[in-house]
């Protein structure tokens, strides 16, 4: 069965600290990865989009690694501002002639000053 | 504006009744998707479009739920007969194309099955 996991569920941490939240997949066969930022009452939005050969994006402050063996992702987060605060949600599409993504739950970071 | 808009923003409605959400794309985007957002629930897949191609409407949770997109363009999410499980936000996105395509996501509609 097709799943993503992130962990943690929540994270709360200092303005200006860094920190880092994870993403377990098991969705066969591989096409992409993707990051999504969802403030609350609002639409997800695009972090970042990573494909099979990618190790390393960055996307200002964000960065994502892809790790395709281990099958495992992170989005890496430097000198955390308030307007972080947000739920970080992991996708990944099944590929092939179907296009159907699996979504993690989502990691609700907290960034208190 | 340029982005995925959504309508009704929020929406009431009794036991039984049927709804209607509007999806309106971004222009000259080709793929539209439907999902569903529970309270402390991951996104869940409801159907997409692509072009011309029969839609995938694998993730509609029962014959309650059918949606259609007119022209190529905007799209309306039907739910017949609604229950309270059906409560949640309902969000569009809309992309260039499938796979490696980002995906804009739409503001969502709040739905309360009162």
């Known amino acids: 069965k097709n799943q993503v996991e992130q962990s943690p569920q929540s994270l709360i941490i200092l303005e200006g600290k860094n920190c880092t939240l994870q993403c377990n997949y098991t969705v066969s066969p591989f096409s992409n990865l993707r990051w999504y930022k969802q403030d609350t009452g609002r639409g997800p939005v695009s972090l970042t989009i990573?494909?099979?050969?990618?190790n390393t994006k960055s996307n200002g402050r964000y960065t994502a690694t892809l790790d395709a063996d281990t099958k495992q992702s992170s989005l890496h987060i430097t000198a955390s501002q308030l307007s972080d605060s947000a739920s970080y949600i992991c996708?990944?599409?099944?590929?092939?002639?179907?296009?159907?993504?699996?979504f993690g739950r989502g990691t609700s970071l907290i960034v208190h000053p | 504006g340029a982005g995925v808009s959504q309508s009704p923003s929020n929406k009431v409605t009794e036991k039984g009744k049927d709804v209607e959400l509007r999806c309106d794309p971004i222009s000259g985007h080709t793929a539209l998707y439907w999902y569903r957002q529970s309270l402390g629930q991951g996104l869940e897949f409801l159907i997409y479009?692509?072009?011309?191609?029969?839609?995938?409407k694998s993730g509609l949770p029962s014959d309650r739920f059918s949606a259609e997109r007119t022209g190529g363009s905007v799209s309306t999410l039907t739910i017949q007969r609604t229950q309270q499980e059906d409560s949640a936000v309902y969000l569009c996105?809309?992309?260039?194309?499938?796979?490696?395509?980002?995906?804009?996501f739409g503001p969502g509609t709040r739905l309360t099955v009162t």
């Open positions: 996105a809309s992309s260039m194309g499938m796979q490696a395509y980002e995906q804009y």
């Open positions: 479009f692509q072009g011309n191609s029969a839609p995938d």
């Open positions: 996708v990944v599409p099944v590929s092939g002639g179907s296009y159907i993504p699996t």
């Open positions: 990573m494909t099979f050969s990618e």
